[in-house]
């Protein structure tokens, strides 16, 4: 087994702020030699919260970490010619930059893809904005809600009648970077046939598209216009019956609904089961044949039988319990799970899923998110905290691209780095 | 009948798909938009869930053929049918993978082995296959065999617990099988890596991805948060600890809302300025980010007073224009509308013989030598048999139509 994921041997310049660095960091851990670009005094995303203790300190957003592990970090200032020079120094040996500026920033540059390419035909330069490169909304500002809500999934979530919502995290960043890092890597399968490197475009509100699963469907197919349901789900019959999906338990939530097709069948089967042991079975659902019924044509009134009693039971126990049930029961069911329960999920540990970076870095050992994918091949990269500010510039600018150490100080002076 | 022109990226590539739903046949439908050639494998006995349990059907009437959400998970492929069920099946499907560089499966861990085309079966065909195997909570661990659906799954890899209009009150479901998609995204990088490594190496390999795994990528600065600060998220409706206003406020017309996002002084002022309130700009409830968090209720309340008089898309244009952020929340029929979107040719319609046109997704990036190429509506069920059998495989007419008869091909 090889170590170091299988983009081992590529180099990649990251000039993202929070709106793409994901990209990146899914990059590095396929193996891939990340290099951070920061502007001098670091990433802007430095500073977004929340920090450990919250005290705010640059090296320390949790924000940014997140998604910067794995890379190594120098700063540069592209304003200056001399900035300028180095930088196209940089992509000179690059397989990939990502950049997450304003559509023709590079070109204001004079770094712009065309420019680039001439000194390296083999570059793929990865663009992600929230709307694109070209069309009427290019220039529009865009932040996660922004584009959340002109993809459409907002529209999506939420109760009937209130306020469409967006999950309180950012999601935008997350589905962007990585149909970055999907493009990127389709164009460089080609660049490995045709020897040269392209231009890849990521639209943040397209990426999201994705996130509306088969809502488009509605449309394309009847022009009817899918709605939000709260915790209900609509659109899974054609009666248009309203099912529940969550449910109270002793310590919080549950995600459960019926199904239909074999899956579903047993499911439901041993959920009546279940509520028969627990003496919660009504009579006909005890009667119910689950072979004849087809939850694409079910009625209201056969779905709220089955929701009155599920809703009884459920209340008798916890989520762990639930999920534990669910698995020998074989039904279809999770919790809704908050950080906490995650970090505490015995399975994940089973599979050796988290690294952990040591306390000499946050003070105390801290469990990150294993690679996305396990490859039978190549066992995945060394876990490298983010990079402090500037932290590689000695090393990429002196060892790798062979400045001096008078050069350095030099530039330092002139604050290019 | 692979019409990939040479300019498509991924142009010679050929997969197979042993797979159902979303998380994996979405994966083959993106290599597919740049020219891999999909074959995907279903049978009558059981076709996928999509063909038949799950609106929405074309004019309400379910049927094989009818199925929205099928067609729109299953463009850029070729359609065969194996009952797998059919001791002769099993044998057809390994010489399939023996013509393949990358299969798909997403069945629970463990089917495939049991139907002799797990990994280890399939290497012995073809040394160098790549095989992605996705499924809710990945190959090993206690809960490896757990059979799911990713509509729960979203649940248990924690993003309906941050979805609500606020702490204490009760989580919303985010829209269908959101962790799938984040799978098949996952999926898709997965496959083009190992892909890569197999041009270098001469390997191919297994591709373990739980679901799970990939939906917790996303998570990350809460899970680090809960750690280091011992603190829970909870849901906060739409606002944001980095500033205010940040939400979604009630324009003219039946649920019509525009999202306004504000973060810092100088895109307050503008802000005063594109809607004519110059007055908020020195009031003390709004004059800077900390006391606008402070009275983000009021704040709310008054930019809603503002925002119902006009049209979303009013609102978005004005604001835009004064370089503030601003967006309609578009429903799903106005992403058919999006100028933004159609710029970017984002849906293509292409003929399907139930459908007539059906407007099928483009990928959410644009490569500038090799784009993407949307020229196969989904198949119908076994639509490309013959094809497939006679060309790929070589079997002969009169074998194709035995193997039919038999029920195998079937």
């Known amino acids: ?417 | 009948m692979s019409e990939a022109s040479p300019k498509s990226a991924l142009a010679g590539i050929r997969v197979v798909e042993f797979a159902v739903f979303a998380a994996g046949p979405v994966v083959g439908k993106h290599l597919g938009e740049h020219g891999a050639e999909v074959i995907r494998v279903e049978s009558h006995a059981s076709p996928d869930g999509f063909r038949v349990h799950y609106p929405p059907f074309k004019e309400n009437r379910p049927g094989l053929e009818r199925g929205g959400s099928y067609a729109l998970f299953n463009d850029q492929k070729l359609g065969v049918t194996l009952d797998l069920k059919q001791p002769k099946a099993v044998p057809l499907a390994r010489r399939l993978v023996a013509k393949a560089d990358v299969v798909i499966e997403n069945f629970a861990q463990g089917v495939m082995d049991r139907l002799g085309l797990g990994y280890s079966a399939l290497r012995e065909l073809k040394p160098d296959i790549i095989v992605l195997s996705s499924c809710n909570q990945g190959q090993t661990g206690r809960r490896a065999a757990q059979r799911g659906f990713g509509s729960q799954l979203t649940s248990m890899s924690g993003f309906t617990h941050l979805t609500g209009y606020g702490p204490g009150e009760a989580p919303m479901l985010l829209y269908g099988p959101y962790v799938d998609f984040v799978a098949v995204g996952f999926g898709f990088i997965a496959v083009l890596a190992a892909l890569d490594y197999r041009r270098r190496t001469g390997k191919g390999q297994h591709v373990d991805l739980s679901q799970y795994e990939a939906g917790i990528q996303f998570l990350t600065p809460v899970l680090l948060d809960t750690q280091l600060n011992r603190r829970v998220h909870n849901p906060l409706g739409n606002r944001d600890p980095r500033g205010a206003p940040h939400g979604v406020y009630r324009c003219k017309g039946d649920d019509r809302w525009c999202a306004i996002v504000v973060f810092t002084d100088e895109e307050w002022a503008a802000f005063c300025r594109a809607v004519e309130k110059p007055e908020w700009v020195n009031d003390s409830r709004f004059a800077n980010a900390e006391s606008r968090k402070i009275h983000e209720d009021e704040l709310d309340q008054a930019i809603a007073d503002w925002t119902s008089q006009f049209d979303a898309g009013d609102v978005m244009a004005r604001l835009q224009a004064a370089g503030v952020r601003a967006g309609i929340v578009d429903s799903v029929a106005d992403l058919f509308s999006c100028p933004q979107l159609a710029h970017r040719e984002q849906w293509v319609k292409l003929d399907h013989p139930e459908f007539g046109s059906y407007e099928h997704l483009a990928p959410p990036f644009l490569l500038s030598e090799t784009p993407a190429e949307l020229r196969r509506s989904s198949p119908c069920l076994g639509e490309h048999n013959d094809y497939v059998f006679e060309k790929i495989l070589g079997l002969s007419q009169e074998e194709i139509q035995q193997l039919k008869d038999e029920g195998v091909i079937a």
């Open chain 1, 1 to 417: 087994m090889e170590t170091n994921g299988p983009l081992a041997p590529y180099r990649v310049l990251d000039l993202t702020d929070e709106s793409g660095f994901s990209c990146g960091k899914i990059l590095a851990d396929l193996g891939a030699d990340v290099i951070k670009i920061e502007p001098p005094g670091g990433d802007a995303a430095r500073f977004i919260g929340p920090f450990p203790g919250d005290r705010p300190d640059p090296g320390k957003s949790l924000y940014f970490i997140s998604y910067n592990t794995g890379k190594r970090g120098i700063t540069l200032n592209l304003e200056p010619q001399r900035g300028r020079d180095l930088f196209k120094r940089l992509a000179a040996q690059a397989d990939f930059l990502i950049e997450t500026y304003p559509p023709g920033t590079l070109e204001r540059l004079g770094l712009g893809f065309e420019t680039l390419r001439q000194q390296n035909p083999r570059l793929i330069l990865v663009s992600i904005t929230p709307f694109g490169q070209a069309g009427p909304y290019r220039d529009y500002k865009g932040s996660d809600l922004i584009t959340m809500a002109m993809s459409g999934l907002m529209s999506l979530i939420g109760e009937p009648g209130k306020m469409p919502l967006r999950v309180s995290l950012p999601q935008s960043p997350m589905w962007a970077g990585m149909y970055a890092a999907a493009g990127a890597l389709t164009a460089h399968y080609f660049r490995e046939t045709a020897n040269r490197g392209q231009h890849v475009d990521v639209s943040m509100q397209s990426s999201l598209l994705w996130a509306l699963a088969n809502g488009p469907a509605f449309w394309s197919t009847n022009r009817t216009v899918p709605t939000r349901g709260g915790s209900s789900v609509t659109g899974r019959s054609v009666t248009g019956a309203r099912m529940r999906a969550i449910y109270e338990c002793r310590d919080g939530y549950l995600n459960f609904i019926i199904y239909g097709g074999k899956a579903g069948r047993r499911s439901n089967q041993a959920l009546v089961q279940w509520m028969s042991e627990q003496g919660l079975a009504t009579e006909s659902l005890l009667k119910k044949d689950w072979d004849r019924f087809s939850i694409e044509t079910s009625t209201q009134a056969e779905i709220d039988e089955i929701e009155g009693p599920t809703a009884k039971l459920f209340l008798r126990y916890t989520k762990s319990e639930f999920l534990e049930q669910a698995f020998k029961r074989e039904m279809l069911g999770y919790p809704v799970a908050n950080a906490r329960d995650i970090l505490d999920d015995p399975h994940l540990n089973d599979r050796e899923f988290w690294r952990t970076a040591d306390e000499s870095w946050l003070g105390q050992p801290v469990r990150f998110p294993g690679i996305f994918a396990r490859f039978s091949e190549t066992s995945p990269s060394t876990f490298r905290p983010s990079p402090s500010i500037g932290q590689h510039n000695s090393e990429i600018y002196g060892a790798e691209l062979g400045l001096s150490e008078s050069d350095i100080v030099r530039l330092r002076g002139e604050k290019v780095i």
